[in-house]
T-cell receptor, first 111, second 118 residues
C-alpha cells in the first residue's frame, strides 16, 4: 500500500517561479526522501531528511518535515524547464532500506 | 554516485511466456534489493524485498509464484514474471542498498524495465 498522499497531483508553473509540493504519510518513519522521475525513466534521489530534522537544503531544494503532522514539503526555487518531471516522496522506517512511496506530483515548468 | 543497471529496458512477450529482468549493482555490493512496479502515471508499488542468499519477502497481495525473485549474488537480483498475461504489462523498477548505507536508507534505482505482454 502507498505511504500517503501528495498534493498537488499536478502543478504547472512558469520558469523562474517556485514550486511547492506536499506529502503526507501514515506510518512512523525514521527518514523521508524525495525522488525525481523523468517520464519512463528510473528514479533519482534528491534529498533525505531524518525524522529528527525539521528542514534541509540542497542547492535550489528545500525540504521540511513535520512529524507531528506527518507531512513534508519540497520547495524548488527559481524553477527551470529542466525541472519538469514527477516528484515522489518516500518514507523509510527501520533499518531495512524499505521505502513506501507517495502518489507523486507531476511538475511542468514552462519556458 | 552508485550505479544500478537494469536489463532489458524494454521487453515485449507473448501471453503465457516467462520474462526475466535483471538488476545489477555495478560499483557496490547490494545486500538488499527492492522490486517495484509502476503503472502509467501512478506511483511505485513495492513488490518484494530481496536479500542476498535468502528468500525474498513479498508484500501483501503480490503472488510469489507469479513473480519469482532471486538474489544469488551481492551484485545481481532477478525478477521473473512467469506465465505472463497482458495485465502484467507494467514498468518494473529495482533499487539497491549497499552495505554502507547504514541508517540513511538511501537507495539507488535502476532505469526500469517496461514489460508489454501481448
Amino acid at each position: 500500500s502507498q505511504q500517503g498522499e501528495e498534493d498537488p497531483q499536478a502543478l504547472s508553473i512558469q520558469e523562474g517561479e517556485n514550486a511547492t509540493m506536499n506529502c503526507s504519510y501514515k506510518t512512523s518513519i525514521n527518514n523521508l526522501q524525495w525522488y525525481r522521475q523523468n517520464s519512463g525513466r528510473g528514479l533519482v534521489h534528491l534529498i533525505l531528511i531524518r525524522s529528527n530534522e525539521r528542514e534541509k537544503h540542497s542547492g535550489r531544494l528545500r525540504v521540511t518535515l513535520d512529524t507531528s503532522k506527518k507531512s513534508s514539503s519540497l520547495l524548488i526555487t527559481a524553477s527551470r524547464a529542466a525541472d519538469t518531471a514527477s516528484y515522489f516522496c518516500a518514507g523509510g522506517s527501520g533499518n531495512t532500506g524499505k521505502l513506501i512511496f507517495g502518489q507523486g506530483t507531476t511538475l511542468q515548468v514552462k519556458p | 554516485g552508485a550505479v544500478v543497471s537494469q536489463h532489458p529496458s524494454r521487453v515485449i512477450c507473448k501471453s503465457g511466456t516467462s520474462v526475466k529482468i535483471e538488476c545489477r549493482s555495478l560499483d557496490f555490493q547490494a545486500t538488499t534489493m527492492f522490486w517495484y512496479r509502476q503503472f502509467p502515471k501512478k506511483s511505485l508499488m513495492l513488490m518484494a524485498t530481496s536479500n542476498e542468499g535468502s528468500k525474498a519477502t513479498y508484500e501483501q497481495g503480490v503472488e510469489k509464484d507469479k513473480f519469482l525473485i532471486n538474489h544469488a549474488s551481492l551484485t545481481l537480483s532477478t525478477l521473473t514474471v512467469t506465465s505472463a498475461h497482458p495485465e502484467d504489462s507494467s514498468f518494473y523498477i529495482c533499487s539497491a542498498r549497499g552495505r554502507l548505507a547504514g541508517e540513511t536508507g538511501e537507495l539507488f534505482f535502476g532505469e526500469g524495465s517496461r514489460l508489454t505482454v501481448l
